[in-house]
């Protein structure tokens, strides 16, 4: 049974950072592609940033580049998504899954950028 447990997010002034954690099981992670979306309140879920299987970053929304960096650790069957210069428009409820995705979602872990 897949299962994707994300953790890592809460309330963070503008400005700050954090880090999100993926922790996966049930399938092979380390051949599939990952991904981190994010759903803001009232909105469409998007396609935050992707990674390979072997580590190669294969995209960032154009909203995130350069204060986002995405990793993975095969080890751990875990993906990080490291949040730097956090806007109050990135404020959402962030997923991980394959990219596309494929599996059931998880939870996901809320993401409030307000002073």
């Known amino acids: 049974q897949v299962q994707l447990v994300e953790s890592g997010g809460g309330l963070v002034q503008p400005g700050g950072s954090l880090r999100l954690s993926c922790a996966t099981s049930?399938?092979?992670?380390?051949?599939?592609?990952m991904g981190w979306f994010r759903q803001p309140p009232g909105k469409e879920r998007e396609l935050v940033a992707a990674?390979?299987?072997?580590?190669?970053?294969?995209n960032y929304a154009d909203s995130v580049k350069g204060r986002f960096t995405i990793s993975r650790d095969n080890g751990k069957n875990t993906v990080y998504l490291q949040m730097n210069s956090l806007k109050s428009e990135d404020t959402a409820v962030y997923y991980c899954n394959e990219a596309p995705p494929v599996f059931s979602w998880g939870r996901g872990t809320q993401v409030t950028v307000s002073s």
């Open positions: 049930g399938f092979t992670f380390g051949t599939r592609v």
């Open positions: 990674i390979t299987g072997f580590g190669a970053v294969l």
